[in-house]
């Protein structure tokens, strides 16, 4: 098991930036598949990107060309810049890492990870 937390999150504008965090304790970090995910209460929670244990990343579609997801594993840290920031974005956001590698639309699953961090706020407003 790998105990994750998240930090952050904050208040911005529309337009700005932010960069979170996520630090793994407990086991190996570079043998998880990494992701982060985001939640608006009422919604599912959803898929924003994905980092593999090689480095590959992924993204979801509304993210793309605005997000970078990447991680230290001497640091045991990943990290989640956020730029071009948009109301929409607004949510918690989640750090979750699993042993198992995933495909190109299995990253985004929430089910398919089975460690959590308990999530940071994240608010755009225009």
């Known amino acids: 098991q790998v105990q994750l937390v998240e930090s952050g999150g904050g208040s911005v504008q529309a337009g700005g930036s932010l960069r979170l965090s996520c630090v793994a304790s407990?086991?190996?970090?570079?043998?998880?598949?990494m992701g982060w995910f985001r939640q608006v209460p009422g919604n599912e929670r959803e898929g924003v990107a994905s980092i593999s244990v090689r480095g590959a990343t992924t993204y979801a579609d509304s993210v793309k060309g605005r997000f970078t997801i990447s991680k230290d594993n001497a640091k045991n840290t990943l990290y989640l810049e956020m730029n071009s920031l948009k109301p929409e974005d607004t949510a918690i956001y989640y750090c979750?890492?699993?042993?198992?590698?995933?495909?190109?639309?299995?990253?985004?699953?929430?089910?398919?990870?089975?460690?959590w961090g308990q999530g940071t706020q994240v608010t755009v407003s225009s």
């Open positions: 407990g086991s190996s970090f570079h043998v998880y598949h």
């Open positions: 979750a890492a699993d042993p198992f590698p995933k495909g190109p639309t299995s990253w985004a699953v929430s089910e398919n990870y089975r460690n």
